[in-house]
């Protein structure tokens, strides 16, 4: 989920009405139970791709006008980057959804984050296990490549510090385990990982400050349970 900058709403991904898209809730929980008492829905859907259209994760932009997110479009089921214009004071939207083109880029766009007002930096998916790194004005335009790199997790996220100087991703390590990796974004240099304990990581988010790295800790470990029937 994400929350808008005046922090008055959620805007967040649910399955919900037989479709995959974004919906907005009022931060405010008096709101919502308000409309719990009386009946009403405080939830709207914004968007509205269609079934099986499997939407990502949406992200609010700092000036509070646009939320960006992932999706399948419909004449093609190619997964794209969209934009909504969204009034973070009353929670209408004041756009149509909006693909952002990537002229000459032949990928499967995944998840996205701002970079300012005016960029997005995205992962995408070349073929299978192939992954890149792009950053691409969200009005569109052409795609440039941050960092390519070899995985075969499609939805490990990408955070971005708050100045939009570093990335921290989720890739493969020599360990064999999926771990945090940093990276400048506007300069020549190689990522650097940052996790090294024994377990996968994926999701990587900044703090704020851009002082610390938050990350969700996963497992396929499967465990066998028994229990006496009566």
Do not use: C
Request: proline fraction near 6%.
């Amino acid at each position: 989920m994400t929350w808008s900058p005046n922090g008055k709403w959620i805007a967040f991904h649910s399955h919900r009405e037989m479709s995959d898209d974004v919906w907005l809730r009022p931060a405010d929980l008096s709101t919502v139970a308000l409309a719990k008492v009386d009946g009403s829905k405080p939830d709207r859907r914004i968007t509205f791709l269609g079934r099986g259209a499997e939407v990502g994760w949406p992200r609010w932009s700092p000036d509070g006008r646009t939320v960006l997110l992932e999706g399948a479009r419909k004449s093609d089921g190619r997964s794209v980057l969209y934009t909504i214009g969204v009034d973070q004071d009353t929670g209408a939207t004041t756009s149509e959804l909006r693909e952002i083109r990537a002229d000459g880029f032949d990928a499967e766009m995944g998840h996205a984050e701002w970079l300012g007002n005016d960029g997005v930096i995205a992962v995408a998916k070349e073929g299978p296990g192939r992954h890149v790194i792009v950053t691409l004005p969200a009005a569109g335009g052409t795609p440039r490549i941050v960092h390519r790199y070899e995985t075969e997790h499609d939805f490990s996220g990408l955070g971005v510090a708050s100045n939009g100087r570093l990335m921290a991703f989720a890739a493969p390590a020599r360990d064999g385990f999926y771990q945090i990796f940093l990276k400048a974004i506007g300069a020549d240099l190689p990522a650097v990982q940052l996790t090294t304990d024994p377990s996968n990581k994926t999701q990587p988010a900044f703090s704020p400050d851009g002082a610390r790295v938050a990350f969700t800790v996963w497992s396929y470990d499967a465990t066998f349970w028994s229990f006496k029937a009566r």
